[in-house]
């Protein structure tokens, strides 16, 4: 079987393409690449898809996802959440273990790999959790999570408060080759916060989360880090900090990674403040890369997230840090909420945004606006996290599986939440508009977001 | 008609004083006038909100501003119905979303709200085709508090233009300060806030946000020559969770006493929200002494409420 994808502009970071060219899939694998103007290839092939105008690349690895899928399906599942991860072009999504039961057992992670093989419409790869429980007390059986198929381990939502614990992780993680994900938040610092500490906390009224609460936690991290060799992977880093202490760490050689998401790399806590308040104070040190909506209300908790939403300054070491390499992964921490969770006093709402079906026109608005180009991002969505978490995504090198997204960045879009396929609909850019969307995705050469490709060559 | 009653014609909810416009501060203050000469008739009541259906729904503890709202809609012969709820039984599962559309269902024209989480009254305002009134959100606002601070100032010192005003005591977790420095900002005063660096915040902060603002730690340097001195209550849970080292201590550094009044202004206004902490963050000589406008300044919150109430909801009474 074999699948012709003709007239787009080839970018893969992996091996420095940034052409026009057609991409040959055969059986599921990348086949061949054929350069524009090149000999006319030999081969005929079943079917086509006609990707002029579109951006060809590597299907998007996000290292962050919340599936919700056991024990919160009201808030998505795993059909809906990779259905919502196919149409965002990601074609591997790394379930986080915060699910109810939680992920910390061989038997949690083989039932959601069945679950994944059933519904999934994209892959899924567990991830298992750091402590049984997620308690942060005692070790989960990493040895026996890994063997089952977990791809990496965390207790995202929580920091492992516990120092012992955390370096006892890493240490064994070492003999098993696989990271750490850290939700690194020094919570006496955080406790009962509700936004960024700032002038529109203070503004507000609403209790501060100060940058130094993660910029705290990322240093202890990094020390255990060097201290036990583990791979030490910073999850949804948000503050300028925390970027330049893992610069420096891995300059001098510490095995650290990070990732931020599309929301902490455009959107700033002018965006808590609302549209009125925002244009009426506009402060410079708080101006976001999208603008905040002027018809947004104040308070709205679809801007209420853990890390929260941080200031320009944030912003720009965000952006210094994917241009540098400091930051490697972009990664949503997709996280779905029912209404019910959303609709209820800010300080009371659940924190997380529903982030696949935005971050692709999210993250292109850094290179419309000139501040990161598109081939450092579309490192950052899949060949840098495939390399984290050693996997053979995220590339178009010949013989590799044929995850690939095609993509139309100029594509006009408004953001309407009910459209989405995620059960999600907690996102602060409802009615914003975006450019940049996700025309097929394909997974091992199948077609698992756009319409059916079209017959013969 | 000014521009000013056309913008307070459109608004329909007081959620906080920062959507004011400088005219429409002029308007509720002569509303209040009018309403504080119904207040001092033999028979203080008007039939302005007959039929007009005032729900307080205090989901904080609260008595003096309940009491106040609940007098001002009286005086007004709106129907009033009291509604308490702890916000733990919000907690459990009982919405204010849900809340609300009851309020609605049961034929509710206001809803005077307050709340213990910030932003709350957005919240309301958007389920309720009514209007809402926020009467104190968390740390966030207490605008009709502001405005009948600011009503009090004007009546004793006329102009709020260029007055220099002092806030001491727990800035942070006030909403009576941030309500206080919307509408004395806006009116053009200068703002002095005053306590120890853990009770204010960053100096930056404030800054940023609101112009003719200055931070001073030292109560005697803040105090020198202002016109008003506003001591706020100190709740005793502060020392409790860290924030000072003892009551002692801030009795020493900040409790409003006449040596330091005598810093002030000879006509300076002495102010406090209530409820007094009389030995903590105010001596009982000051409260009491004859620069003091505390009690008037509760009186001044009935008449303050009508005008609001009347301003909100008058409309629907004449239909």
Redo the contacts between chains.
């Keep these: 079987m074999r699948l012709w994808i003709r007239g787009g502009w080839v970018i893969d970071p992996s091996q420095g393409l940034n052409q026009a060219a057609d991409l040959l899939v055969e059986d599921g694998r990348i086949a061949q690449i054929v350069p524009r103007g090149a000999e006319a290839p030999s081969f005929v092939a079943e079917q086509t898809l006609d990707a002029s105008g579109c951006i060809v690349a590597p299907g998007f690895i996000d290292l962050h996802c919340h599936l919700r899928e056991p024990g919160e399906e009201d808030k998505e599942t795993i059909a809906t959440g990779t259905r919502a991860a196919a149409r965002g072009g990601f074609t591997t999504v790394c379930a986080m273990p915060n699910t109810i039961p939680p992920t910390d057992t061989a038997a949690a992670v083989r039932q959601l790999r069945e679950m994944a093989a059933q519904r999934g419409v994209v892959r899924v790869l567990p991830v298992g959790t750091i402590t049984k429980g997620r308690a942060g007390k005692e070790l989960a059986e990493l040895a026996e999570l890994s063997e089952a198929g977990a791809v990496a381990f965390s207790d995202d939502g929580s920091p492992v408060v516990d120092g012992r614990i955390m370096r006892h992780a890493l240490l064994y993680s070492t003999m098993l080759g696989r990271p750490i994900l850290s939700h690194s938040e020094e919570r006496d610092l955080s406790a009962d916060s509700?936004m960024n500490?700032?002038?529109y906390?203070?503004?507000?009224?609403?209790r501060g989360n100060p940058a130094a609460a993660e910029v705290a936690a990322v240093a202890r991290e990094i020390a255990l880090a060097e201290l036990t060799g583990g791979h030490m992977h910073i999850c949804h880093v948000s503050t300028a900090g925390a970027v330049e202490l893992i610069r420096r760490a891995k300059a001098r050689g510490v095995p650290v990674t990070a990732e931020a998401t599309p929301h902490h790399l455009t959107l700033t806590d002018a965006w808590v403040a609302g549209g009125?308040?925002a244009s009426?104070?506009s402060?410079p040190?708080s101006e976001p890369l999208i603008p905040v909506p002027p018809d947004l209300?104040?308070?709205h908790t679809a801007t209420r997230v853990s890390p929260p939403l941080r200031t320009r300054c944030d912003l720009e070491a965000l952006w210094e840090g994917l241009r540098d390499g400091t930051i490697d992964a972009i990664a949503t921490d997709h996280a779905p909420h029912t209404w019910?969770d959303k609709?209820?006093?800010?300080?009371?709402a659940a924190p997380g945004i529903s982030g696949l079906e935005t971050a692709l026109a999210a993250v292109l608005e850094l290179h419309r606006k000139g501040v990161v180009d598109l081939p450092v991002l579309l490192r950052a969505l899949a060949w840098n996290p495939a390399r984290i978490l050693g996997l053979p995504y995220g590339t178009l090198q010949v013989g590799r599986p044929a995850d690939v997204v095609i993509f139309d960045p100029e594509a006009e879009w408004v953001v309407d939440p009910a459209a989405f396929a995620s059960k999600g609909k907690n996102t602060p850019l409802a009615g914003v508009r975006l450019h940049g969307l996700a025309r097929w995705t394909l997974v091992e050469g199948r077609v698992v977001w756009g319409p059916p490709a079209a017959p013969g060559r | 008609m000014t521009e000013a009653a056309l913008q307070m014609g459109k608004r329909r909810h007081v959620l906080d004083l920062?959507?004011f416009v400088p005219e429409e501060f002029e308007e509720v203050f002569a509303q209040a006038d009018a309403m504080a000469e119904v207040l001092a008739r033999p028979i203080a009541q008007v039939p302005a909100l007959r039929g007009v259906t005032v729900v307080n729904a205090f989901y904080e503890a609260s008595t003096r501003t309940r009491i106040s709202f609940e007098q001002a809609a009286k005086a007004l012969s709106a129907t009033v119905v009291n509604f308490t709820a702890q916000s733990s039984s919000?907690?459990k599962g009982e919405?204010?979303?849900d809340t609300v559309r009851t309020l609605e269902a049961l034929g509710a024209d206001v809803v005077v709200l307050r709340?213990a989480?910030?932003?709350?009254p957005?919240?309301v305002a958007?389920h309720f085709s009514g209007a809402v009134l926020n009467a104190g959100?968390?740390?966030?606002?207490h605008p009709t508090q502001g405005l009948l601070d600011i009503y009090t100032m004007r009546r004793h010192l006329g102009e709020i233009r260029g007055i220099r005003v002092v806030i001491v005591g727990d800035i942070?977790h006030s909403?009576v300060a941030?309500s206080n420095l919307w509408g004395l900002t806006k009116l053009g005063a200068q703002v002095v806030l005053c306590g120890p660096p853990t009770l204010v915040?960053p100096a930056?902060?404030?800054e940023?946000?609101f112009p003719n603002v200055r931070v001073c730690y030292a109560l005697e340097e803040a105090i020198a020559g202002a016109d008003v001195v506003m001591a706020l209550r100190l709740q005793k849970e502060r020392q409790e969770s860290g924030l000072l080292p003892t009551l002692r201590e801030y009795i020493r550094l900040y409790c409003l006493t006449p040596e330091r009044l005598a810093l002030a202004a000879p006509h300076a206004l002495v102010m406090h929200p209530g409820p007094m902490n009389e030995g903590v963050e105010i001596s009982p000589e000051v409260a009491t002494c004859a620069q003091s406008v505390i009690e008037e300044q509760v009186t001044n919150g009935v008449a303050i409420r009508m005008a609001l109430l009347y301003m909100l909801a008058g409309r629907k009474a004449e239909a």
């Design positions: 509700d500490e700032g002038p906390c203070t503004v507000l009224g609403l009125r308040l009426q104070l402060l040190e209300p104040p308070y019910v609709e209820c006093e800010f300080g009371y | 920062d959507d919000v907690v919405s204010l979303v709340h989480m910030s932003g709350a957005y919240l958007r959100d968390g740390r966030h606002a942070l909403r941030r915040g930056s902060y404030w940023a946000v």
